[in-house]
């Protein structure tokens, strides 16, 4: 089976998100399952030819964005076998600071960017001496592609065949544009309905692919069945009820040759299930790096996250100072809305022996926080996969969740009766019932034997992308028939 990944990044090349961390790492696994993968994303300023050894194809596509033509290169690398990397490079859009925005927003021509991207991706899919069973395309910026294939390419020899998955990592982002960029998409003002790219006076290219898409996919299988409801539909739960038999849900992996406290180089002591001993040494590490007395009698509480609403910051407002109150620790990695920092910092001088932060991207300490923890938090108003939960279990730090999305779907409830459950969740959207399964935390975490159990319970999980890949795979030849 031969595959083309279509996306806006991917690891190790460029990282918003974690959408990055799909788009690279499932390529690999997909081949370990036998397929032959093609990865193709933008040729950004931050990717460094030197580092990862990034040939030129020596290679020219053009396409047409509106009535100019616009030509880009072609770039290429492998990746691993049977997975190789190609870049398409076009300085006008790609030569930039960032991928998508600025501390001022969004490039005001991401429409024309990702318009070219699109039809420049499948350019050289035509190009290339390989014949695509599938494109499997990631988040609005290629979800033009199942569009462009079902009716400027219906009736390429090559590429009429091909079908066409695209996978929803954020119902939130959905590439919205104002009318006018139609003669910039090449399709005529037909396409310009309420069932295939108009939405509300606008372009949406997220609603076209699903529109066109042969399958849906998003990243936890609650989460497929969330984004039918009007409460996280984000205005497309219209179009994705009519496409709901196309809609399916499967959950990411995490890449466990970066994710492992076994093999973990960047902890100051690797640590397994069986031997716990390196564990109590990063927590006491931990400590040390934000300032906070070192005891290991005390339960300490880890977040990495964006600070933003849909990750629970407003429910954290209300809950964190009466939690402060009691005798645990918390340690706070990440950035986000301005209000949010401000709240962290106060926080932080009201319980200085209780609370460290770092307003950062830290990717050593974010390692030191999973495995230095007892218990992550992760409150989230609404999560479409989580990749922290998981990586938590691994390290042996209980998750204390929100039961949404892929949190839900990765979590079991721990019951200390039976001694089954890998996690702690909470299912209203209240401050409350926030603190009451904190509260429930702190009592496992007061009895040794249950603790030591729940966190033998989260380390046997296993969701490496072998599964996963194993889900897309099936997927994969549902939609082409076999």
């Known amino acids: 089976m031969n595959i083309a990944m279509i996306s806006p990044e991917a690891v190790p090349f460029a990282k ?21 993968v093609s990865l193709i994303m933008p040729f950004y300023r931050k990717i460094s030819a030197k580092k990862f050894g ?4 020596k290679k020219t596509i053009k396409v047409m964005v509106g009535s100019k033509e616009v030509t880009g290169d072609i770039h290429t690398v492998k990746v691993a076998q049977n997975v190789d990397a190609y870049f398409i490079d076009q300085p006008k859009y790609f030569d930039r600071e960032e991928l998508y925005q600025t501390i001022d927003g969004d490039y005001p021509d991401n429409s024309e960017r990702f318009i070219f991207f699109s039809k420049a991706a499948i350019a050289l899919l035509e190009t290339l001496k390989q014949n695509y069973d599938i494109v499997h395309c990631h988040d609005w910026q290629s979800a033009l592609i199942p569009v462009y294939l079902k009716t400027l390419y219906r ?27 139609m003669p910039l998409v090449g399709l005529g003002w037909e396409y310009f309905t309420f069932d295939k790219l108009e939405f509300y006076g606008k372009i949406n290219f997220l609603k076209s692919g699903i529109v066109y898409a042969d399958a849906i996919t998003t990243v936890s299988k609650k989460y ?5 409801t ?58 040390s790096h934000f300032k906070l007395p070192v005891r290991a009698d005390v339960p300490l509480f880890g977040i990495i996250s964006r600070l933003t609403v849909q990750k629970g910051f407003d ?69 479409p996969c989580g990749l922290n939960q998981m990586i938590s279990m691994k390290y042996g730090t209980v998750p204390i969740v929100r039961a949404t ?12 009766k039976s001694g089954k459950g890998t996690g702690l969740k909470f299912t ?26 729940l966190v033998s319970n989260a380390m046997a999980e296993d969701f490496s992308w072998d599964r996963s890949a194993k889900e897309y795979i099936e997927l994969y030849k549902k939609v082409i028939g076999d």
């Open 315 to 383: 429910l954290l407002e209300e809950a964190l100072p009466t939690l402060m109150k009691s005798d645990i620790q918390l340690a706070i990695l990440g950035t986000g809305e301005a209000k949010y920092h401000q709240l962290l910092k106060t926080l932080v001088q009201q319980f200085p022996k209780g609370m460290g932060l770092a307003l950062a991207f830290d990717n050593t300490l974010a390692h030191l926080i999973e495995a230095g923890s007892d218990f992550f938090l992760m409150p989230s108003h609404y999560e």
């Open 155 to 181: 009736d390429h020899k090559k590429l009429a065949k091909i079908k066409t998955v695209l996978t929803i990592h954020n119902l939130g982002y959905q590439g919205v544009f104002w009318h006018l960029d």
């Open 230 to 287: 009007s409460e996280f539909g984000c205005g497309l739960e219209g179009a994705l009820k009519q496409r709901a038999k196309d809609l399916y849900g499967i959950l990411n992996g995490i890449d466990y040759t970066e994710w492992n406290p076994a093999t973990d180089s960047l902890l100051p002591k690797m640590y397994s299930p069986d031997d716990l001993s390196g564990k109590a040494v990063c927590k006491a590490k931990l400590q």
């Open 428 to 453: 209203e959207y209240k401050a409350a019932d926030f603190l009451t399964v904190a509260d429930k935390a702190l009592g496992v975490f007061k009895q040794p034997k249950t603790f030591k159990k």
């Open 16 to 36: 918003t998100g974690g959408l990055a961390d799909v788009a690279g790492t499932l390529p690999r696994a997909l081949a370990k399952a036998g397929a032959n």
């Open 54 to 57: 990034i040939k030129p194809l």
């Open 224 to 228: 497929a069945q969330e984004i039918l």
């Open 405 to 416: 999305g892929g949190l839900d779907d990765s979590i079991v409830s721990f019951d200390p």
